[in-house]
T-cell receptor, first 113, second 111 residues
Framework: KAGVTQTPRYLIKTRGQQVTLSCSPISGHRSVSWYQQTPGQGLQFLFEYFSETQRNKGNFPGRFSGRQFSNSRSEMNVSTLELGDSALYLC????????????FGEGSWLTVV | EDQVTQSPEALRLQEGESSSLNCSYTVSGLRGLFWYRQDPGKGPEFLFTLYSAGEEKEKERLKATLTKKESFLHITAPKPEDSATYLCAVQANSGNTPLVFGKGTRLSVIA
């Protein structure tokens, strides 16, 4: 079956702009999580959505937001981009049940110039 | 606070030279410990989940083991295609908590 799909794969934005990233989870999965990966900090949790509700949130500023649609697809938005937001943004999906496997997409590479 | 520490940061092996990667963790009740492999420019690829101390899982040349404080990823007779960054993550057993990742071990296998 199809894996986790993220779009776009690569993008370049200018400081101060905003960006929207999209994630389609594995069919049947209702939980979508977002992570930011940088060389210095590793993978850091942004937020998780389950059945269109934010179930958990990491320690990121309010410029980072997300949402989930009724078909479980999710988007994350970063407003007023800063140079430090340059990173690989990873989406992960699971059924949302305890002890379920969590699968990652290929990520969206964001460069802020 | 849940924490994961992986060692070494980088490991260089000759093809066929077996070794182990370490993942030490502190967590307020373990729901699961996850191992992923990540190739450059790609997302993490799921390898194993371990749930309780004493559990072991194998896949090809990889074997993961778990104790109450750490996990090991043993690589037997590695090949160049095993070169990647190996990530360890834990999930606490309290509500719907996210994965907490270590910084990873970057493995290079030289032919």
């Amino acid at each position: 079956k199809a894996g986790v799909t993220q779009t776009p794969r690569y993008l370049i934005k200018t400081r101060g702009q905003q960006v929207t990233l999209s994630c389609s989870p594995i069919s049947g999965h209702r939980s979508v999580s977002w992570y930011q990966q940088t060389p210095g900090q590793g993978l850091q949790f942004l937020f998780e959505y389950f059945s269109e509700t934010q179930r958990n949130k990491g320690n990121f500023p309010g410029r980072f937001s997300g949402r989930q649609f009724s078909n479980s697809r999710s988007e994350m938005n970063v407003s007023t981009l800063e140079l430090g937001d340059s990173a690989l943004y990873l989406c992960a999906s699971s059924s949302g049940r305890a002890q379920d496997t969590i699968y990652f997409g290929e990520g969206s590479w964001l460069t802020v110039v | 606070e849940d924490q994961v520490t992986q060692s070494p940061e980088a490991l260089r092996l000759q093809e066929g030279e077996s070794s182990s990667l370490n993942c030490s963790y502190t967590v307020s009740g373990l729901r699961g410990l996850f191992w992923y492999r990540q190739d450059p420019g790609k997302g993490p690829e799921f390898l194993f989940t371990l749930y309780s101390a004493g559990e072991e899982k194998e896949k090809e040349r990889l074997k993961a083991t778990l104790t109450k404080k750490e996990s090991f990823l043993h690589i037997t007779a590695p090949k160049p295609e095993d070169s990647a960054t190996y990530l360890c993550a834990v999930q606490a057993n309290s509500g719907n908590t996210p994965l907490v990742f270590g910084k990873g071990t970057r493995l290079s296998v030289i032919a």
